[in-house]
C-alpha cells in the first residue's frame, strides 16, 4: 500500500543533509510577531491603568461577551461545587482519581527549609516558603482541558499557596452547562479558590498588576495562546512565569517490537491537539517506519479530528530512520521534546542517555495519553526545545527560598578579616568597616 | 546636633498616610523605558543574525574598545591562571577562603533523581539534571565585583553544568593589570571555562543566540544595567533566565539594642553601590532612630564613597518608625527586601512573620556585608519586592527535571480507563484510543 501512504516525512539521520532537514522540521525560532507584541503591550497598558473597565471592555470585544460587571465573569465556589455534583458519577470519579495520583506525585516534590550549625555556634540555611497567591491559566480555544485545572491547581495546593486564582476563556462561561461545567466540577475538585471566565492577554495583566476585582497574584502559570504567550513574556519580572510555551510535540523512539498501530495512535494523540503539534518517530529498524507509515495512512480516516490530525502530520509530522541506538539519542537530544516515548525493551539502558525532556514515558506500556490526563506527573511541560532548561511545572514552582544567615560573635570574628580584604578590594569601604566592626576591639 | 543631620526620609508608621508614603518611596514599578527596549531590540537583532561581527562592532561602539577580531576579547584559562598566581598571597587566600565555603553552603542544595514504585510495578519518578552550559553576567560598570564571579558559577559547578562561559564587561579587559585581574584570578578559582571581556545588550544575545565564537548557553545568570535585564527580558524563553533584578536594596529590623554606628555603616554598606541603591531601617524605638541619624550624620563625612551614599540616602533611604514587632514585620513583608537584616535580640522569634526576603541576616553579629563576600549563601538576590516569588540563585538554578513514567502491563490497565473518560470528555479520540489499547483485549 506504499503508494497510497499518507503523505508525512521520511527522514533519513545517515544522510548528510539529515542536520539540516531536522533543524527546518523543528523551526524552534521563536515568532517574534511585532503586530503581537504591540497588541498586547496595549492592553497591557490599558488593564494597569484601567483595571476591571479594561478587563470587561476587552472580554467583549474578544470574547463576543454581553457583561457590563465583573460578578458576571466570576464562578463562585458554589457554583464549582454545584457543576461537580451534577457530574456523572462515573466522570466525577474519573477527575477524583485524577486528582488522587497527581496529588501523590506531587507530595513529592515538596520542598523543606533546612539548616546547619557550624562549629563557632553560626547557622546557615534556606526557609523554604510557599507562594502566597498564585495565578493560573487554563487554555480554552480548540478543546476544552478539565484536566489542565488539575494539573496546574494541585502542584500549587501541595506547595500550600494561599490563594489560587484561575482564569479560562470566557466562552466556556456562555456554556455553563456544556464544556464549561467540567471545568467548573476540576476546579472544585483541585481546589481552586477563585475562577474568572476571562482569557487572552487581559487575563494575564488582570493577574500580573490586580484589579479592582482580582487581586494581583505572585507567580502565572499555564500555556495559552500566542497572545497569552506574548503576555507572558511582557510581564515576566513584575511577576513569577513557569515558561515560556509553544505548540505541543512528542518524539518516541522504538525498538520496532512495539504494535505499530499503538505508536501511530500515540503520534495522533499529540497531533489531535493543534495543527501546529509535532509528532516524531524515530526507529532503527525501516521496515518498522513503513509499517506505522502503513498505520498511519489506515488509520487516519478513522479518527474524528483527522483535519486537524492530518494537517499536524503532514507539516510538522516524521518518521526518522536512526542507524543506531547512540544516533538516536544524539537526535532525541536535538529534539529536547516535550514529551518522549521510550517505547522499547529495555527503556532504563537508555535513560541515562536522554539529557533534555520534560517528561520521558517509558517501555511499550506507557502512551503519552496516561500521561496527560492521570499517572501522576504534570502534564504542564517545556516545549520547543526548552527543555534544555525549563522544568515541568511542579510544586517547587510554588515554593520560593530566602537564605539564611546568623554569624555568632565568634564566627564573625572569622570571617569578617576575609570580607574586610575582599572589600578594600572592590573598593567598598562601607562593606570593608561594616564587617570588620563586629571584630571586637576593631571599632574605635 | 539634630539641625544638622543629615537629610534622610524619617517616616512613622502609625501616621494615616504612611502606606502612600512607603510606597512613592518604594517606586516599585519597572521603568518600561520603550527607548531601551527598542535599542537592546535592535542589538539582540544584530548579534542574532551576524554573530561576532556585530559583538566586534557594539564593543567597539560602546566599550570603546579597538578590538578586531574575538580572540583579543577572549580570556584563557592560562590567563586566569596567571592572574591567581600573581595575586598577593592574602588576597588570593581571602578569594579560596570565600570560595570554599560558598561551595559549602551549596552543596547542601543539591537535588538529586527519585523514583518510587507502585504495587502494581509501574515507577514514577523525577530525573534531575544539570544543565549543558551556563552563561555568567559579571556585572561591571561602578564597581568591580570578583566576588560575583564566585556566586554565579560555584552555584553551577556544584550543579554540575558542562560548561561555564561567564561575560564581564570589556573596560576591565584593558586593565589587566588592574581591575581585570581579581576577576580573572576569581574566575580561576571557581572554574569558569570560557571568559569574555565583553558587556551590555550585546552580551546576552551572545550567550543566548551564540555566534562563531561563543557557544549558545541553555541559562543566562547574574545581574547588569538597564540595557543587560532588558536584553534578559527579550531573550526569556529562547533561553533561560534567573531573575528580572533592579537596584539593590537593604532593609533593616533593629530592637535598639544594636550600636547605632555598626547600623549605619550597614546601612552605607548598601547605598555605597549605586545612587540607585535603596537602604531602609525600621525600629520600634524612636529614639534609636535618631541616634542611627546623628550616626549617618557623623560618619558620612568620612565615607570614601561620600557622593554615592548621600544621593542613594537621600533620595531613596528611610528610617521608619513602627509601633510594634507586628506592624514592623508587616512592613518587611510590603518591601519584600533583597537583604532583610534582623538586629534583635532573638530573631528566631521574627523569623516566621517574614514571608517575602532574599537573604535574611539574623542578629546583631551579622551585617549583609558577610554575606556579599564569604558567609557561604550566593549574593545574587531578588531586587524589587520580587522575592515575593523569585529565589536567591542556586544550584536549583542550573539543574532542571524531567518526569518519569514507567506503566507496567497491569499498572497501564488500571490507568486507562480514567484517562479514556477524561479523553473522551475532552473530545480526544486518539488519546482515549492511545490509552484504551494498551488494556488487554480492547483492541480489535
Redesign the interface.
Known amino acids: 500500500m506504499s503508494e497510497q501512504r499518507f503523505p508525512v516525512s521520511r527522514l533519513d539521520a545517515s544522510q548528510p543533509d539529515f542536520e539540516q532537514v531536522l533543524n527546518k522540521l523543528l523551526d524552534r525560532r521563536?515568532i517574534e510577531d511585532a503586530d503581537v507584541a504591540r497588541t498586547v503591550a496595549d492592553i497591557i497598558y490599558q488593564v494597569r491603568t484601567r483595571g476591571d473597565d479594561a478587563v470587561l471592555e476587552y472580554t467583549r470585544r474578544f470574547d463576543r461577551l454581553n457583561v457590563d460587571n465583573m460578578a458576571q465573569l466570576e464562578v463562585s465556589r458554589s457554583q464549582m461545587e454545584a457543576a461537580l455534583a451534577a457530574l456523572e458519577p462515573?466522570?466525577a470519579e474519573?477527575?477524583r482519581?485524577?486528582a488522587d495520583?497527581i496529588r501523590r506525585?506531587h507530595e513529592?516534590?515538596l520542598q523543606s527549609s533546612?539548616q546547619?550549625e557550624e562549629d563557632d555556634g553560626?547557622?546557615?540555611g534556606?526557609?523554604v516558603?510557599a507562594?502566597?497567591r498564585a495565578g493560573l491559566y487554563v487554555p480554552g480555544g480548540k478543546?476544552?482541558?478539565?484536566?489542565s485545572v488539575l494539573m496546574n491547581a494541585i502542584p500549587a495546593r501541595v506547595a500550600g499557596v494561599k490563594e489560587i486564582i484561575a482564569v479560562v476563556p470566557t466562552p466556556y462561561g456562555e456554556d455553563a452547562g456544556g464544556a464549561g461545567r467540567?471545568i467548573f466540577a476540576a476546579a472544585a475538585v483541585a481546589g481552586v479558590d477563585r475562577l474568572f471566565t476571562i482569557g487572552g492577554a487581559q487575563a494575564i495583566a488582570a493577574l500580573a498588576f490586580g484589579t479592582q476585582t482580582i487581586a494581583r497574584v505572585?507567580?502565572i502559570t499555564g500555556p495559552g495562546n500566542v497572545f497569552v504567550t506574548a503576555a507572558k513574556?511582557q510581564v515576566?519580572?513584575?511577576?513569577?512565569?513557569d515558561?515560556?510555551a509553544g505548540p505541543s510535540e512528542l518524539t518516541i523512539v522504538c525498538d520496532g517490537k512495539t504494535?505499530p498501530?499503538?505508536i501511530a495512535?500515540?503520534l495522533?494523540?499529540q497531533?489531535?491537539?493543534d495543527e501546529q503539534a509535532q509528532s516524531i518517530l524515530i526507529s532503527t529498524d525501516r521496515e518498522y517506519l513503513d509499517a506505522v507509515h502503513d498505520s498511519i495512512t489506515r488509520l487516519m480516516p478513522q479518527?474524528?479530528?483527522q483535519a486537524i490530525?492530518a494537517t499536524s502530520m503532514q507539516n510538522r509530522g516524521a518518521l526518522i530512520y536512526a542507524p543506531d541506538q547512540q544516533n538516536a539519542l544524539a537526535i532525541c537530544n536535538q529534539i529536547a521534546p516535550e514529551h518522549l516515548e521510550l517505547s522499547v525493551e529495555k527503556?532504563d539502558e537508555w535513560?541515562p542517555g536522554?539529557?533534555?525532556?520534560?517528561?520521558?514515558?517509558?517501555?511499550r506500556?506507557?502512551?503519552?495519553?496516561?500521561?496527560?490526563?492521570?499517572?501522576?506527573?504534570?502534564h504542564v511541560?517545556p516545549t520547543s526545545g526548552?527543555?534544555?532548561?525549563?522544568?515541568?511545572l511542579?510544586v517547587?514552582d510554588f515554593q520560593?527560598?530566602?537564605?539564611?544567615?546568623?554569624?555568632?560573635?565568634q564566627?564573625?570574628a572569622r570571617?569578617?578579616p576575609?570580607?574586610e580584604?575582599?572589600?578594600y578590594?572592590?573598593?567598598?569601604?562601607?562593606?570593608?568597616?561594616?564587617?570588620a566592626?563586629?571584630i571586637p576591639g576593631r571599632?574605635a
Open positions: 521563536m462515573e466522570l474519573a477527575l482519581h485524577a495520583r506525585y513529592r516534590q533546612w546547619y553560626s547557622v546557615y534556606q526557609h516558603i507562594l502566597d478543546a476544552n482541558y478539565p484536566s467540567l505572585d507567580k513574556k515576566f519580572g513584575e511577576v513569577g512565569i515558561m515560556i504494535d498501530d499503538w495512535m500515540d495522533f494523540s497531533a489531535e491537539h479518527m474524528e479530528r490530525i527503556p535513560l536522554i539529557r533534555h525532556a520534560g517528561a520521558i514515558f517509558m517501555g506500556y506507557t502512551p503519552e495519553a496516561l500521561g496527560d490526563y492521570c499517572a501522576g506527573p504534570c511541560l526548552t527543555a534544555r532548561f525549563f522544568s515541568p511542579g517547587y520560593k527560598r530566602s537564605s539564611i544567615i546568623r554569624c555568632s560573635e564566627g564573625a570571617l569578617a576575609v570580607a580584604k575582599l572589600a578590594n572592590e573598593k567598598l569601604q562601607a562593606h570593608a568597616l561594616s564587617a566592626w563586629r571599632k
